[in-house]
Nanobody
Framework: QGHLVESGGDSVQAGGSLRLSCAAS????????ITWFRQAPGKEREAVAS??????SAYYADSVKGRFTISQGQNMVYLQMNNLKLEDTAMYYC????????????????????????WGQGTQVTVSS
């Protein structure tokens, strides 16, 4: 299994920005669907953005389109979050599928947690008014 480590979570005021980082082991990183999930207290874990490394194909949940941008670097996947809202408060996780597994939308939605085998420990994002 790979190894994923998230960082960058913080407390920020509504309207502010944060960039989350997900460091992946070299074995995990290449030709892999990596997705940022979030989970707020009492809610299910939801996917917010996915990227297929190498191809750089990116996909977003409707709730974050136009505000969040997923990108990649050297063994890194980033989530730039702009115009943060109170409802963005959650623990954010990055997760990876097995190598070469598809990354695209299913029935117009991002793939859910069950499709991902490797998970980081999470980083907390808190948005206040």
């Amino acid at each position: 299994q790979g190894h994923l480590v998230e960082s960058g979570g913080d407390s920020v005021q509504a309207g502010g920005s944060l960039r989350l980082s997900c460091a992946a082991s070299e074995d995990t990183y290449s030709s892999t669907c990596i997705t940022w999930f979030r989970q707020a207290p009492g809610k299910e874990r939801e996917a917010v953005a996915s990227i297929y490394t190498g191809l750089k194909s990116a996909y977003y949940a409707d709730s974050v389109k136009g505000r969040f941008t997923i990108s990649q670097g050297q063994n890194m996947v980033y989530l730039q979050m702009n115009n943060l809202k109170l409802e963005d408060t959650a623990m954010y996780y990055c997760a990876a599928r097995r190598k070469f597994a598809p990354c695209g939308l299913v029935n117009s939605r991002l793939r859910g947690p069950a499709d991902f085998s490797d998970w980081g420990q999470g980083t907390q994002v808190t948005v206040s008014s």
